[in-house]
């Protein structure tokens, strides 16, 4: 397995030439980039015309990893060429009402042979992550790992895309990479660090990611009870504030977070679903801990990678990057430490993660920095 990571910056140009010695069918190019390269492509085209045999897939961000730093500006190319391992593409149009039927269609377009993982990047906006997720989930078999984010948009919330190598850059789609062989090796890790504070309140009214009340009343309501003063910095200041949903007390807690709010009808829209009769309660900021949280999902990852030096793709969500202000570098610099000696770390800032929750199943996430590492023994 080689793995090269080039970086591309408007102006310095290519950190250094694109390996185009690594192109093959054996090669898996992510491309994490700036939302500024959707209108100037030209870089972008460079690395497809460069890899025509590889799978390239890649999308917008809200800031782009590379080590220890984070980018706002740039390209980041990771190259990895495995030995043994087969890859597979798969991408499919979809939206907000086709989310689930969009991910079996994924699923079913991959060569599931010996399938051990998924790697899924998608629009961030206009569309449901749990449905996708669940789509994929329900299509393949219980033991393939997935595992990926949404494009994002830095803080703008606006437009996004995916970049497919052969279809170049998309506006309404999702990509997916299946990866084969008994020789892979992936670990993942997905950790939040936020606290819970205030009642557990019982989803009463909901329509797909719309929360109209919480135990009966109004849902925008109630929550500007709890912002006070800072309800006024609404929708923005939700990220601050996400909430934690989850089936029953004795469930695990996933993090959902606010991306808008609709006033005639005082209800809140979340990036995912949200369950009538589930229970709901406020989260904040403990900014030791979001770092905290950051190091440990790495070294779960790297478990799971068999302690092997690695591709370690971070991806973390945008809420997170907000609130950490000028701690963000804190983030990946803790994640990088928690990795194995000769990890190579890239990633980006999403709309939107998707991983295994500890041992469990993969979910969508808001709010967590969910780690995949891939490895070959």
Sequence with gaps: MQVRVITYEPRTGWSSELPRELDGPRTL???????????????????????????????????EIVGDRVFDDSIVV????????????????????DSFAAGRELARQLDSSDLRAVFVLSRGTQINGTGLVRGLRESLPQQVTIAGGMAGDGERFGRTAVFDGAAGLLREHAL????????????????????VFGLDRRITRSEGNLVLELDGRPALDLYRQYLGDR???????????????????????????VLGIDEERRALRFAAEMPPGWLAQMMRANLDRLVLGASDAAAEAAIGAAGAASLSVAISCVGRRIVLGQRTDEEVEATLEALPPGSVQVGFYSYGEIGPHGLGRSEFHNQTMTFTTLAEA
């Design 29 to 63: 190019v992510l491309v994490f980039f700036a939302p500024r390269y959707i209108d100037e492509p030209a870089a972008l085209r460079a690395v497809a015309e460069a890899f025509p045999s590889s799978i390239v897939s890649g999308c917008s961000t809200a800031g």
């Design 78 to 97: 990771s190259v990895v060429r495995f030995d043994s391992v087969t890859l597979s593409p798969a991408r499919v149009a979809v939206g907000d009402a």
């Design 176 to 195: 997916a990479i299946g990866l084969s062989g008994a020789a892979l090796r992936v670990g993942c890790g997905s950790k939040g660090g936020w606290d």
């Design 231 to 257: 309800a006024a910095g609404l929708p923005a200041a939700a990220l601050l504030f996400p909430l934690a949903i989850r089936a029953d007390r004795d469930q695990r807690r996933l993090v959902r977070s």
